[in-house]
């Protein structure tokens, strides 16, 4: 069976000098994706395709617009003008070269997938700041980390210690960076390679990557979790819920709850023995 092409969307960025309040309005009205004020009273925003330039300076009554590339962070499926400052739980996460904010997890901009914006990792933070406030996991585990952001974050809330693993080395490398700036570098293990490669259990395993590379990689995952251990898995699709869900609970895993957000879906398991 064949499939539909889909055209994708890559959204275009627009500076506007001294811009009011009823200029926001409009490019709010045409579908700004995202929109910051800057501090000579100027205004940038994220347009989508589907708004062409010229169609935006006819609406703003203007002959034409300034315009340049958007910047798509979290492997192009977020798209917002600069990283921000956000708060998920116990969790407030910033920018790393913004104003120091006592306590909170600091992160680089890099293209390693793993700002907290997307709702995959939000829901990941979310079952890992209420199982470790509950159940107080030692170790974490954490398969695919990126740009480290779940094993990090598990060490703020008081996880002792942490390994993270990517098979992409530039992820390892932002993660170690994220690591160093934030002083956990002692506490976070670092490796690159699949989790095939490493030995040991851990009581809490984080795995947000996709739900194919989760079915397949479920035996592996499963062989490193620890006596009642729990698991988390995010980068699921609603669509597939049901076929992630089958695959480990055919290897004992037993389903404890599920989180939605935006289409995608997270599922926390416990290990039967």
């Known amino acids: ?19 009011g309040d009823d200029v926001l309005d409009r490019l709010v009205e045409l579908g700004a994706i995202d929109a910051e004020r800057s501090h000579e009273g100027g205004l940038a925003a994220l347009m989508p395709d589907s708004v062409p330039p010229e169609r935006l300076a006819s609406a703003l009554g203007v002959d ?16 917002v003008l600069s990283p921000r400052q956000m708060r998920i739980g116990r969790l407030r996460i910033v920018p790393a070269d913004g104003d120091a904010v006592p306590g909170a997890l600091r992160l680089i901009d890099a293209a390693a997938f793993g700002t907290g ?20 996991p030692e170790a974490v585990l954490d398969v695919g980390t990126g740009s480290g952001i779940l094993a990090l974050a598990a060490l703020m809330l008081g996880v002792r210690r942490a ?26 293990q670092l490796r690159e390679g699949g989790v095939e490669h490493i030995t040991g259990t851990w009581p809490l395993v984080l795995a947000n990557v996709l739900a194919a590379p989760l079915i397949e990689l479920a035996p592996a995952l499963v062989r490193h979790i620890g006596h009642h251990g729990r698991l988390v898995l995010s980068g699921i699709a609603a669509s597939v819920e ?12 037993r389903r404890l709850h599920v989180q939605a957000r935006a289409g995608w879906i997270a599922i926390v398991l416990q290990a039967s023995w």
């Open 1 to 19: 069976m064949g499939r539909a092409a889909v055209r994708s969307c890559v959204p275009y960025r627009v500076d506007l000098h001294a811009a």
């Open 163 to 188: 390994m993270a693993i990517d098979i992409d080395r530039q992820a390892v490398e932002v993660a170690a960076e994220n690591a160093r700036i934030n002083a956990l570098a002692d506490r976070l």
């Open 242 to 253: 049901q076929d992630v869900e089958r695959v480990y609970s055919r290897l004992g895993m």
């Open 64 to 79: 034409m617009v300034a315009v340049s590339p958007a910047v798509a962070r979290d492997a192009g499926s977020v798209w």
């Open 117 to 136: 914006l997307h709702p995959t990792t939000a829901l990941c933070l979310e079952a890992l700041d209420d199982i470790v406030a509950h159940h107080h």
